[in-house]
């Protein structure tokens, strides 16, 4: 646990740099552990500070780890940042399962209010889903929902909204190759997200991704949705092409029809008491800074201990954003094998990426830097808290089903529309994301908890923050602040509104992966 000094935090014993929680003087002199030094320059909040002298080549080590390597000479007190300090090469021990933690006690008896399902699953929210096959359909799914507006919803007050989700793809791409396996696997995972209560499905009629592919290949026919308890016959019908109707218009007033016409049934869902371990907790972090690591992201990771605890699911994406972190899930990994999949993940990332001239450590984002973070390693440990300290009880692909307990991990990009996407089509039903330098994120059909890194960002942005974990910096128990935001989850997950629901956001973000060339 970090020890909080007058100005800085020293995260661990181990650590040659310590951070600084508010901005400092140049000349001033700080406690730093056992030691006070001098300040060589000005310092901003979220920035290193050098506890001792770094020679050139010399691992610079934060939270134990190392972060990289000392590219200029670098004295006690001195800022330590991209001017003298870069990634670099350095082996990793995976120690594969060897460090497996035991389960959790279980933590029993905790509930929240949510929509169980004719498949078993529970939402936590209940949309009502028209899902493009392809971007020349999204005008048409895009014209229908914004038929369906609140004064219109107003009859149905168990229904939270009729959402289009579009996407730039669909065609242009090899038929059953990478990219069609996971739009179908994305666009299939939010038809039968347990936060859908019904669905349509628009396609053009020509393209590349057909929707007869999308059915067989995702079995919709046989998903509970807005026609539950019916024929699967009847459930086919919840599809239409355009161009096999007719155009535009007559689309837009035949899908128009079918929406009035599922909209009763979607509002017969009621929530009622469903245990904890219904929670399916995508983890993400966005706009990252210098305090992510030390206040919401452990925060965070307290909060999806507590999810496993009860017997749920914490989800952990963001594959760029692992690197250099991972050989601490690695050894947490519930089987040798679990582990190797996630080293296989890492390899493709590395070899992804260079295929494009580009490489895992072009990170961290500029805003990222501007608030304190130098390399990826720094970045991903940071990260990587999130996940708590349960054991890694399996590895997916992008927008794969989830349906493993515990903590898992998704293959996923970094950006965070593309991520949280993928996470969501997984299964996730609830959305925790930190931001340092403010990320305003809404996610449908799942809500989104945004949880500011300091109390300064939570005031500054208040219309979008849900969450302030700033108190951390101040001494407050990383413990104490999990343990409320396990609470928010909860009350999240049984209806309260997230900022961003309140301010109608989450119809843009959906994202799924575009992997592969443009045809």
């Excluded at 594969?96 to 949510?114: D, I, N, S």
């Excluded at 459930?235 to 535009?248: A, N, Y």
């Amino acid at each position: 646990m970090p020890s909080a000094q007058r100005d800085v935090i020293l995260l661990h014993p181990d650590d040659n740099v310590c951070v600084a929680i508010r901005p400092i003087a140049a000349g001033a002199t700080i406690a730093c552990g056992p030691r006070d030094m001098r300040l060589l320059g000005s310092i901003k909040a979220g920035h290193k500070i050098a506890t001792r002298h770094l020679a050139v080549g010399r691992t610079v080590i934060k939270y134990g780890q190392v972060i990289g390597f000392a590219t200029a000479d670098i004295q006690a007190g001195d800022w330590v940042h991209s001017h003298n300090l870069a990634a670099g090469e350095f082996q990793r021990d995976y120690a594969r399962a060897e460090h497996t933690p035991a389960a959790p006690a279980p933590l029993v008896g905790r509930t929240f209010a949510g929509y169980r399902r004719g498949s078993g699953r529970v939402g936590t929210r209940n949309y009502l889903a028209i899902i493009s096959t392809v971007n020349c359909s999204a005008a048409v799914s895009k014209m229908v929902a914004a038929k369906f507006t609140p004064e219109v919803l107003a009859k149905f007050p168990n229904v939270d909204g009729v959402v289009a989700f579009t996407h730039p793809g669909g065609c242009g791409m090899q038929y059953d190759g990478q990219h069609h396996q996971i739009l179908s696997r994305t666009l299939g995972g939010i038809a039968r997200h347990p936060n859908i209560g019904g669905y349509l499905i628009i396609g053009l009629g020509c393209e590349v991704g057909t929707i007869g592919y999308l059915l067989e290949d995702q079995k919709l026919v046989q998903i509970e949705g807005a026609t539950s308890g019916q024929s699967a016959n009847v459930r086919r019908s919840l599809v239409m092409s355009m161009q096999d109707i007719g155009g535009t218009l007559k689309t837009v007033a035949a899908a128009t029809a079918a929406v009035q016409e599922m909209l009763p049934r979607v509002n017969q869902f009621r929530r009622e008491s469903v245990p904890a371990s219904e929670i399916v907790l995508a983890l993400k972090c966005g706009g990252s800074d210098g305090n992510s690591g030390i206040t919401a992201n452990p925060a965070l990771g307290v909060a999806s201990d507590r999810i496993v605890a009860c017997g749920g699911t914490a989800m952990l994406g963001e594959t760029p954003e692992i690197y250099g972190a991972e050989q601490l899930l690695t050894r947490r990994a519930r089987t040798p094998e679990v582990a190797d999949k996630l080293i296989a993940r890492i390899a493709w990332w590395q070899q992804h990426t260079a295929f494009f001239g580009a490489s895992l450590d072009n990170n961290p984002s500029p805003g990222n830097k501007e608030g304190g973070l130098t390399t990826i390693y720094e970045k991903s440990l940071g990260a990587v808290a999130k996940a708590g300290s349960t054991a890694m009880n399996d590895v997916y692909l992008y927008a794969e089903p989830v349906t493993a307990k515990g903590l898992v991990v998704m293959d996923t990009p970094g950006f965070d529309p593309v991520c949280v996407t993928g996470m969501v089509a997984g299964g996730a039903n609830v959305v925790v994301f930190t931001t340092g330098r403010g990320s305003c994120f809404g996610c449908k059909p799942a809500p989104s908890i945004k949880v500011a890194t300091h109390t300064a960002l939570y005031q500054r942005m208040i219309d979008d923050m849900d969450f302030d974990a700033g108190p951390i910096l101040q001494g407050a128990a990383i413990d104490a602040v999990g343990q409320q935001l396990f609470e928010e989850i909860l009350a999240v997950a049984s209806g309260k509104k997230t900022k961003s629901e309140l301010l109608g956001l989450g119809d843009d973000e959906f994202a799924p992966w575009h992997l592969g060339p443009t045809l």
